[in-house]
């Protein structure tokens, strides 16, 4: 299975990287940039890094966690309970710290108090207890962390925010992938084994690339960057919306305009590569501008 996912590298990474170039440009941006193939496909692998990063992290600890349920199954740890429906294992200790810290996080940005945040812990325990009860029963613990995700997802989605779809994105990944690494163990034959390693792969890089591609874009500079004002030559002055330069009743406007320059405040580039600049005011304006008018940037 390694041999064939490593064999299909050279098709996938370009694949995929071109699917996280129309992600951005297509969904996020809504503009395309004037590039060659060349330029797509080395914007589409930059957009693809903090995907390919943060999968790899994430299989890396897929790998650990399943190796530790291998052990403590060799073990026979999941036999009996040392009390009532709780095991003693590595195996559970170590997902239930992860559990914990995606919830503590969660909590957390939510300014959730501290009793809050610290009876995720006990609740995180007894959830993944009760999935390695329940784990052999007709994958009962897969259909009810299913229903659980899912209820809490259209919750998040009703109080919508940044954070809470952040989070409806994230929860439904984690599940998934507590799922897997419950039914793993029980996979014998090497072709069951393979469609649900690249069904989970698949899920990883769907759920980063939509989590991840936005902070790529800004960390690499090719969008979603925020400029505390732009420099432009006064060329490019016919170019801008007419309500950008007017005058809004405030100290500051949104546009200031000398003999030989303008400088222009609070805008949003949501394309930096190509030809033009795709730009987006505070009142959500969007206009292109030539790059070669830009004399200089700050951003925020």
């Known amino acids: 299975m390694r041999y064939k996912f490593f064999k299909h590298s050279n098709f996938i990474v370009p694949v995929v990287s071109m699917l996280c170039y129309f992600l951005y440009f297509g969904f996020e941006a809504r503009y395309f940039p004037s590039l060659d193939s060349s330029e797509m496909i080395f914007t589409g692998i930059l957009l693809f890094c903090a995907t390919a990063i943060v999968t790899a992290f994430e299989i890396a600890i897929l790998v650990f966690v399943s190796y530790l349920y291998q052990n403590d199954d060799k073990k026979y740890k999941f036999k009996m309970p040392k009390f009532l429906f709780f095991y003693s294992s590595n195996f559970i200790y170590f997902l239930t710290l992860i559990s914990f810290a995606i919830l503590a996080f969660a909590a957390f940005k939510l300014n959730y108090g501290w009793s809050a945040i610290l009876s995720l812990l006990l609740l995180s325990y007894v959830v993944v207890n009760l999935a390695v009860r329940f784990k052999d029963k007709s994958n009962l613990a897969i259909w009810v962390l299913s229903c659980l995700v899912v209820a809490l997802f259209i919750a998040l989605n009703i109080v919508s925010s940044g954070f809470s779809e952040f989070f409806a994105r994230w929860m439904p990944f984690c599940s998934f992938m507590l799922s897997f690494m419950l039914g793993v163990a029980s996979i014998k034959e090497t072709k069951d084994f393979s469609f649900v390693f690249y069904a989970a792969l698949s899920l990883m890089i769907v759920s980063n690339s939509l989590l991840f591609i936005k902070y790529t874009a800004k960390t690499f500079n090719i969008g979603d960057v925020d400029y505390k004002f732009l420099l432009v030559d006064k060329s490019a002055l016919k ?54 008018k830009v004399i200089s940037r700050v951003k925020e």
């Not at 949104?254 to 730009?279: H, Q, R, T, W």
């Open 239 to 292: 170019a801008l919306p007419s309500s950008l330069c007017e005058a809004k009743g405030k100290e500051q406007t949104p546009c200031e305009i000398d003999e030989k320059a303008v400088k222009i405040y609070d805008m949003k580039s949501l394309c930096n590569i190509g030809k033009f600049y795709y730009l987006q005011t505070k009142d959500g304006v969007k206009f292109e501008l030539d790059s070669r």
